[in-house]
């Protein structure tokens, strides 16, 4: 092969690797590190909210369940825990409504849990009302209970699916999937490949030209080497994303253990509320974790083209130096 049609096709493996190198870890890096912010600043939140709201309905059951077998029946009908716990509950599920990440499956869930609440509400109201009458109090706080507890149609079982819904969106922004794995591969594949076509280059060019190591090609060799900078980083942030989802699924599986009525610990009100203590501060402090890495994107594409300007520097001066038979 003549040394000018070499040169070209040097010149054009080299550019062509190098844009394919780039968009493939710009296009990978992006993905990775634009997923903490998702989970940090809805995902999270909204299956958190969704714990709460499960936590203080527990708690609210358990104070109402107390408060009639107490057979405190004066005016001041429902305890204060039971109005604290009941009235967080519905704050949280007024909160989720913006929150949740469900979609529109999430939205009539909501939708029938606020309207739930509020039936189970009027029904707790009527067995303290009527807790003197014995049977028929029993009656109105098995129905309130039944509204609460009951199967798949119940309150807590309604938030269970709504939170089952929203952990299958938080694993789709942290699982490192095939489709991920296949565009580092890719990416990883590509910076080797043009790593090889470097040091291919240097060679034939030292076997055709005086100056055995050209310089420009040599000056891309560090920066083709800091791209292991970005792969590492990257590494760390899917690692502190899937860390970010045991918390969030620790306390989801926490929580599932403890149930409203008889299943909640006596004398201790908020065993529900204590498994999601601590969580937010983790999840956000993991998350706020990668946030200067944000940035890595800029970085690669300027390393990119750093590579190419040098690359056609390199070869560019030995196609403008020397003249040869076409």
Known sequence: MGTRRLLRLQLGVLLALTAVASVALSVAYDDTHRRPGAVRDRTAPAILKVAAARSALMSAHLAARDHMDSGLTDEAGTDETYRTQIAAAAQSLSQISDQQVAGEAGERTLSTVISLLDVYREAIVQAVRHAERGALGRAWFHSADTILNRGETGVLSR?????????????????FTGSRRAAWQVAVAALIA???????????????????????LLAACPILLASVWPV?????????????????AGVVERQ??????RGLPEGE???AGAVIAGAPEAVTRAMDATADRGTGVAVIVAGGLAVAALSLAGLQRHLSQYRFPS
Not at 232 to 248: I, K
Not at 256 to 261: E, I, L, M, N, P
């Open 159 to 175: 938030l269970d699916e709504l939170q089952d819904d929203q952990l299958r969106e938080l694993s789709g922004q942290t699982v």
């Open 194 to 216: 043009l790593a090889v076509a470097l040091v291919a280059v240097q060679w034939q060019l030292g076997g055709r030209f005086p100056q055995r190591l050209n310089p420009c």
């Open 232 to 248: 590492t980083w990257a590494q760390g942030t899917q690692r502190l994303l899937e860390e970010a989802r045991g918390e969030l």
């Open 256 to 261: 599932s253990g403890v149930r409203a009525g």
């Open 269 to 271: 009100p908020d065993a």
